[in-house]
């Protein structure tokens, strides 16, 4: 396992520890948008959400693919700098991102990178020549891409098997997707970066491009299966979570990533398996055990759920599941379907009140006092402690739980929270 020394001296202040792409700490991540979001003008219809989303605590949004792109969700781009796109104009992006700004939230932009799609073919048939303002050629594609007769080096990470896998090793590359990044945030408004199938390309390049463009917060999509065991999640998960680490350690930990790990335990554990919420360290199990200040934990997104349905959470356990992330340290993700579509709002914002009341954050320390086949309790910080599950537990139970604790969100079996006095 590795670790930053940021975590090693998790006592410090999370103001001294801020820096480019890490965010101060306290973020609470809003997905604005779902897989069919571009089949309305859905800049128009996300803007006047603003206001509502900073009252319940939300800091920063993340924002669909912004560019013209072969497929309309937006994650096969061609014309990188055409920001005319299935979810509005340049104009109606530009003014969305200003009304969210109006209201103090950062906003993330989906960067693509891994891939691009060509405008024209080569004259033996090939998809592998790009137009707009980049106008590269197979050069810029890696040359054992199997489908698009790459001529540059060979790929640094996996391959996405859709579309041309752009070659992140050409200094002309990269020079060219620094300027394009830069762009996006001094003349469109972008505060940092969801950067789609990390995977892809060594995390090095995302540490150039980082360190070039200064974002608040950036996250990685670094997905991949977990392991299973006679067709059961297996409990130790430490290969799964030891490949996103390394992924952040290749950015230098400039970069956070999707706390994938987290997701798939608590699909099985939520189950009346919360034994699986500890590791055989006495920590939480996914990334957020590791390197918490890099761990960004969901339930779901435009992939898993919507109408993809890839890997959907547990619908009858949803809030259980956002009462685990959002009093957990790491920074968690509320996914736009659960708020405004499932008649989730009021219950996740009075969570997200919980943990901003309590002063839970990306580094808060957790100390999980119980995790049986009943339910899960932990202490998180020096102010909350949570109970997940029928366990038969109150702070009375734990003599070391010094002062007065008051019980202030009772959801019987589902949850549960206390505050200190």
């Known amino acids: 396992m590795e670790t930053s020394v940021e975590d090693r001296l998790i006592s410090c202040t999370i103001g001294s520890l801020a820096e480019s792409g890490t965010g101060s700490g306290r973020e609470i991540v809003f997905q604005g948008f779902n897989w069919e979001s571009w089949r309305r003008r859905w800049y128009l219809e996300l803007a006047p959400k603003a206001a509502d989303l900073k009252k319940c605590g939300i800091t920063t949004i993340w924002m669909p693919p912004p560019t013209e792109s072969v497929a309309p969700q937006g994650y096969m781009p ?21 009304e969210m700004h109006n209201q103090n939230l950062l906003v993330l932009g989906d960067a693509v990178l891994n891939h691009r799609c060509a405008q024209k073919q080569s004259p033996n048939g090939v998809w592998n020549i790009f137009g707009g303002k980049l106008a590269w050629g197979p050069e810029a594609i890696v040359r054992d891409d199997p489908n698009f007769q790459g ?53 090095g390049y995302v540490k150039e491009y980082i360190e070039a463009t200064d974002p608040a917060f950036s996250i990685g999509e670094y997905w991949d299966s977990l392991a299973y065991d006679g067709g059961q999640v297996s409990y130790n998960q430490d290969a799964h979570r030891q490949r996103i680490v390394n992924w952040i350690n290749a950015t230098g930990g400039t970069s956070s990533a999707f706390d994938v790990t987290t997701k798939g335990i608590l699909h099985s554990a939520l189950h ?46 949803l809030m259980q599941g956002y009462a685990y992330i959002l009093t957990h340290p790491g920074t968690p993700v509320i996914f736009y379907d659960h708020f405004y579509d499932f008649g989730l709002h009021d219950q996740i914002a009075e969570l997200i009140a919980a943990r901003k009341r309590t002063g ?19 202490q998180i910080g020096e102010s909350l402690v949570m109970k997940l599950g029928r366990i038969d537990w109150n702070p009375s139970k734990e003599n070391h739980l010094a002062g007065s604790w008051e019980r202030f969100l009772d959801k019987g079996s589902e949850y549960q929270l206390w505050e200190r006095k």
Do not use: M
């Open 360 to 378: 839970v954050h990306c580094r808060s320390l957790v100390k999980i006092l119980h995790a049986n086949f009943e339910g899960y309790v932990a």
């Open 78 to 98: 061609g014309d990188l700098y055409n920001l005319n796109s299935a979810y509005g104009t340049i104009d109606e992006l530009k003014q969305c991102i200003e």
């Open 272 to 317: 009346n398996e919360y034994w699986r919420l500890i590791d055989p360290q006495g920590k939480p199990p996914g990334v957020l055990g590791w390197w918490p200040s890099r761990a960004v934990t969901f339930l779901e997104n435009h992939d898993t759920g919507s109408t993809q349905g890839h890997w959907p959470f547990p619908r009858d356990k």
């Open 151 to 203: 001529r540059g080096n060979p790929s640094s990470g996996d391959f996405f098997h859709a579309a041309p896998n752009i070659d992140h090793s050409q200094d002309f590359v990269r020079s060219d997707i620094k300027g394009w990044l830069k762009w996006l945030r001094t003349e469109i408004g972008f505060d940092g970066w969801r950067l789609d199938y990390v995977r892809g390309f060594w995390g």
